[in-house]
């Protein structure tokens, strides 16, 4: 095992109704005015929006708003939020809802500390060293923004998806609520799960040391995604079905999953933010269709993981059995295997590949993702 530093200063309130103490919860940390940040209505319709408002009003939070986030969460909506916590001297960022509405809380949140773009940020062009407090209530299980440090946002006016990264932007306090997410479409429930399994495999197949029990901890919370997301389907108001799966997803990306390893990286995520960027396709979709087509292309570089992914997950013996047997459960929920089921062209791969490398770079994989990789690799989709 490598030596590691973990420290992840989130506090989870997790279980039924806890959304009505989130204005009790801002109050501890001695925050009086938020930003609260929202999608594009659901919060309103399913009455969230009401209690949350209630809470802030009960604790005296006063608060700006500021909806209209999209699942591809974008740079202008961004800097609209940074422009009113600047106005109106906010000390917090609230986000209610998914992954994106979290994303653009973070992005907001350092924004609000910087004079020039929070682009530069995601560029590498200025480093995160404050950022003001985040707060989450969330209604999505998929990404595990609510206990960690990170932010995917979409410059869309150049097309680029890149993320940023830093421990001042991880949640002082994160909702989580699974009865809230009982209302998550059939589609977006199948996509989640595909987000989940992704954060779960990429250091696991391209980490140079992978102790065992980081692989144990990978497999367990793939079978966990794999039997809740089917009870799920089944019945979406199973409780202890979808807390288990709120809660795994939350692993899945908190910074445990890697602690010890090394050498690892994220080259799905990398090539999908090009097919969200360019094609506006919903994340966890665009990443069913990457990483089969990666792991046939990655699969001779670390077999004996492969081998040991087929046997623990699906007790196949040979590891492109295993490949073909979660390529096959994606389909089985329903998310898009191939390019042409997700809606994009084959002639449009050059393209893709491009701004693919384009992130590679950023993210330093740029020798082994190169263009012409990328392009083997979405070939295989």
Known sequence: MNDFMYYNPTKIEFGREKENNIGQYIKESNIESVLLVYGTGSIKKNGLYTRVLESLSKYGISYEELDGVVSNPLLSR???????????????????????????????AVGAKYDGDVWDFFINKAQITEAIPVFTVMTLAATASEMNGNSVI???????????????????VSVVNPELMATVSREYLAYSAVDIIAHA??????????????????????????????????NPNDYNARAEFAWVAIQALNGLTPAGTAGGSFPNHMIEHSLSAIYN?????????VIPAWMKWYESKNPTQFKRFAKEIFNEDDSSQGIEKLEEWFAKIVSPTTLEAANIPREGIEDLAINANATAIIWGIGEIYSKDVIVEILEKA
């Not at 940074?82 to 809380?105: C, N, P, R, W």
């Not at 979409?154 to 002082?172: C, F, G, H, R, W």
């Not at 396709?281 to 269709?289: D, E, M, P």
Request: hydrophobic share 45%.
């Open 78 to 108: 961004v800097n609209d939020g940074i422009k009113i916590v600047k106005e109106k001297k906010l000390q917090a960022v609230l986000g209610v809802g998914g992954g994106s509405v979290v994303d653009s809380a973070k992005a907001i």
């Open 201 to 234: 495999i990429e250091v696991y197949f391209t980490a140079s040391l992978h102790p065992k029990y980081n692989s144990r901890l990978v497999e367990s919370i793939i079978k966990t995604v794999i039997e809740t997301t089917e009870v799920l389907l089944d």
């Open 281 to 289: 396709v919903a994340h966890g979709a665009g990443l069913s269709v």
């Open 154 to 172: 979409m410059n869309d006016e150049t097309s680029q998806k890149y993320s940023i990264a830093s421990v001042l932007v991880n949640p002082i």
